[in-house]
């Protein structure tokens, strides 16, 4: 490929390539996205490759392995198009009945979808209450395209919006729309990019630094990283935009190491990008110059930190420093730098394309546009969803998620990651927007919802956020270490049964001060899961510390196993997998745990039958003395 | 001639050389903020956050480390109120399970006098045998900025974050130098650091933990 140096040259190529494209030709999609690939997609791309050869159908059915669909509860996942039909759980074995369904154009019945509440197939992607109510813009563009080949994503429309801007704007329009827009930052604090923008422009200083914040690592969150291994191009063509409207020449992606296809696809993309004239010199004959570097992170929570970025991309360990002179001001080097997520990027070339008032009409009034979110934990349909914001918590969990698994009852959604709060029923209806989620102690972070069923501990779960904060924080500054320090022993105690009740007003005043004299932002939210299960879940800590209950029963030191006699029918499978052999009694004998010896592992409780759920767990009360030598009375069928 | 910030600090009239912070501005009039990780020929840390004040600017009220915060026109200082002195309150018991004897013991005692701080309160919570350093980076800074050195760093996160010696740097730059052991507020360089032992040091030393 020879290098393009026009804007009308791009459109030749553009048009070429859908010339060489026919669009009713059939072609089976494949997810390839991490969690897809972790269910095995590798080998349905082998078996389909290996079937579309045997039954000689290679020129005639296409096979195009993409990023990240989004339904990552049902990989891996198959969409057939032109018609758009969809096959969930997809095992190399349906590979030769997919192959011949394409080509007599035939449906599979059993791969589709069917509706778990009225048991209707559903045919199309589109049509599937998952995706239905999305709003897939950002994310969208995943599933038509293989991320590792930029013929596809020009064929979508690719850098036509750096080509618009290059071609009919100035920098300071460019600025101007991305104002106009309301853009606010994706990666946590919501910071308006249009003002960062233009902080960065008009920063005294040369040169100026463009970056890209790829090192997301809430637990449960992998928007940035499925976008990066999905549509990296999309995330260069912002970076380029940005690059122009600020007046840089050179950018910087720092993604974490720990996503091996997010960094081989993106250097896949960068050098394609550079191949065909999108990077480097006199960028499309527009005299426009800029390149891009990466920096892979060597994996540590807080150098997704502004500061701590730029510090690790200068080659010093990711620590935080004071920033009372924006990074906007003084970022790399000392230089102006402006810092962008992944999603805040990617959202720039549809802003361009579609002009700031179509942005404008989507979302809330403070908040713009649509939002990736990573659906997670106790809900029925786990993966990456993409929602207008204003959507509401409960629309997103219940009619996209599809509510609770098992039947359960909700009780918190986290929202933010480790910076984050846990929001409890009561403000289901909240809609998703920066401010909104503030307010109530919450915040929008990165897009990380966890969801938890009322089996979850929110003590514990704060203990979790909170440890994971001690191992993830760099340990600068005193509130942020030995505050972190506190909390955990707190926490751990009162989980432990050993908690006082006058450790709950420490755990408070500790927090404030964290929030208040932390060095950086990760330190002054680090204590939101404590401040919002405090505020929300009080009776839950006062349940572990006064009645030594654990009313989730997750807590070891507070719960006892024990087998209830009469549900019991001696089936031995408990008493033969206690590791410690802490169950007694034997065949046609009711079992029955010597507590002195269960170490609380819970195997009994998860290996019992559903059909006698004899094995419960008891919290905060006694348990009740064992007959040893009872015999079962079963049950006549 | 440098240009002079007009500014208010605890309600006094302060006019300061523009580029200096709050804290050298506040010394200036005679006002003493507390620090633990300040160093005068350092640059700013902000480690501590015992030095925060209370800055209104615009309107708006925000916490911050005076030792890095630059003066600014019209900005109206506290360097007491009932947040920070609750701040200063709460890292004074939060770094007292850390510390010894020795060093900079007596300061954090006199400032928890002042500050009606309980040094034990977090004792318990602790659980853990004091390291009599308290991770001010003072001699990691030192060696780095005035020695040039670089004998001295950070390793670790979080919980986990501790000061060692460089094992390669060390054996050729501190049998000769040891200006660490001054700067060290609380002493736990000089006290367990034998000079002579520096030229011993392998990688596996380091990587064990052993400094």
Request: glycine letters at 10%; proline letters at 5%.
């Amino acid at each position: 490929m020879s290098r393009i140096n026009s804007f009308a040259e791009l459109e030749k190529l553009r048009q070429e390539i859908k010339g060489k494209r026919d669009s009713n030709k059939p072609c089976i999609t494949l997810c390839s996205g991490t969690a897809c690939h972790a269910s095995a997609s590798e080998s349905v791309n082998e078996a389909l490759e290996r079937e579309l050869d045997r039954q000689g159908l290679k020129g005639e059915i296409g096979l195009r392995r993409t990023g990240c669909h989004g339904f990552c509860e049902k990989g891996p996942l198959v969409v057939v198009y032109p018609e758009e039909t969809c096959y969930i759980n997809v095992q190399p074995e349906d590979a030769a009945e997919i192959v011949q369904g394409v080509k007599e154009k035939k449906i599979i019945e059993r791969l589709l979808y069917s509706n778990p509440v009225t048991g209707e197939k559903i045919v199309h992607e589109s049509e599937i209450p998952f995706y239905k109510n999305q709003q897939r813009l950002v994310f969208g563009p995943n599933r038509w395209i293989d991320p590792e080949s930029i013929e596809d994503y020009l064929y979508i429309g690719g850098y036509s919006a750096l080509s618009k801007a290059l071609s009919q704007m100035t920098p300071a329009q460019v600025l101007e729309e991305i104002k106009k827009a309301n853009l606010r930052g994706r990666g946590g604090g919501g910071f308006p990019a249009g003002r960062k923008w233009e902080e960065t422009k008009n920063a005294p200083g040369e040169p100026k630094y463009v970056i890209v914040n790829c090192d997301e690592g809430d637990p449960g969150a992998y928007m940035d990283r499925s976008l990066m291994e999905g549509n990296p191009h999309s995330v260069i063509e912002g970076l380029i935009i940005g690059a122009y409207a600020i007046g840089s020449h050179e950018g910087f992606v720092y993604v974490r190491q720990e996503y091996p296809l997010a960094v081989e696809n993106l250097y896949i993309a960068l050098e394609q990008a550079e191949e065909y004239g999108f990077l480097g010199e006199n960028i499309l004959g527009s005299g426009f110059n800029f390149r891009v570097k990466v920096h892979r992170g060597a994996g540590a929570f807080v150098s997704g930190e502004s500061s701590a970025l730029m510090t690790a991309i200068e080659g010093k360990a990711g620590e935080p420093r004071m920033k009372y002179i924006h990074m906007s001001q003084r970022g790399y080097k000392e230089k102006p730098s402006c810092l962008n997520n992944v999603e805040t990027w990617a959202t720039v070339p549809f802003i361009i394309n579609k002009g700031s008032d179509w942005f404008n009409s989507i979302g809330t009034e403070g908040s713009k546009g649509t939002k990736i979110f990573s659906l997670v934990g106790k809900v029925n349909n786990t993966g990456l969803v993409e929602v207008p914001m204003g959507m509401t918590l409960r629309q997103i969990i219940y009619d996209i998620g599809g509510g609770i698994p098992k039947g359960r009852k909700f009780k918190g959604v986290q929202t933010g990651g480790p910076s984050g709060g846990i929001i409890p029923e009561r403000y289901l209806d909240t809609p998703i927007d920066f401010d909104e989620l503030t307010k109530i102690g919450s915040m929008m972070g990165s897009g990380g919802m966890i969801v938890m069923d009322e089996d979850t501990c929110m003590v514990d779960m704060a203990r979790y956020f909170v440890n994971f904060c001690c191992e993830e924080s760099c340990g600068k500054c005193i509130p942020g270490r030995e505050g972190l320090r506190v909390l955990l022993g707190i926490l751990t105690n009162i989980c432990e049964g050993e908690g006082k009740e006058e450790e709950l007003p420490t755990l408070e005043r500790v927090a404030e001060v964290m929030k208040d004299a932390s060095l950086c932002a990760l330190g002054a939210t680090a204590a939101n899961p404590v401040l919002t299960t405090l505020r929300y879940f009080r009776d839950e800590y006062e349940a572990h510390i006064k009645d030594k209950r654990c009313p989730a029963k997750v807590c070891k030191n507070l719960i006892n196993y024990y087998i209830g006699p009469e549900k019991c029918e001696a089936c031995m499978i408990c008493l033969r997998n206690c590791p410690t052999g802490a169950i007694q009694g034997g065949k046609n004998l009711v079992h029955w745990i010597e507590q002195d010896k269960c170490i609380k592992c819970g195997i009994c409780y998860q290996v019992c039958p559903e059909r006698f759920s004899a094995v419960e767990k008891l919290s905060g009360e006694p348990v009740p003395a064992p007959v040893p030598g009872r015999e079962v009375v079963r049950k006549k069928e | 001639m440098e240009k002079l910030i007009s500014l208010e600090i605890d309600g006094k009239d302060v006019k300061a050389r523009e580029g200096i912070t709050v804290l050298e501005a506040a010394k200036e009039v005679g006002i003493e903020i507390p620090t633990l990780c300040y160093h005068e020929k350092l640059e700013p840390y902000g480690a501590c956050r015992i030095c925060c004040v209370e800055v209104e600017r615009g309107g708006r009220t925000q916490v911050v480390a005076s030792c890095g915060y630059p003066v600014e026109e019209g900005m109206k200082v506290k360097t007491r109120s009932e947040k920070i002195d609750k701040i200063r309150k709460t890292i004074i018991e939060l770094i007292a399970p850390s510390l010894s004897d020795g060093g900079v013991v007596g300061k954090v005692r006199e400032l928890a006098d002042e500050y009606g701080a309980d040094t034990s309160t977090f004792m318990s919570t602790f659980k853990a045998t004091p390291t009599r350093c308290i991770l001010c980076g003072q001699c990691v800074r030192y060696c780095s900025e005035v020695v040039a050195a670089n004998a001295i760093g950070f390793v670790g996160r979080g919980v986990g974050r501790r000061v060692v010696f460089l094992p390669e740097r060390a054996s050729r730059f501190c049998p000769t130098c040891r200006e660490c052991y001054e700067v060290c507020p609380t002493g736990k360089i000089a006290a367990e650091t034998d000079g002579s032992i520096f030229p011993e040091f392998s990688i596996d030393d380091f990587l064990s933990g052993k400094m």
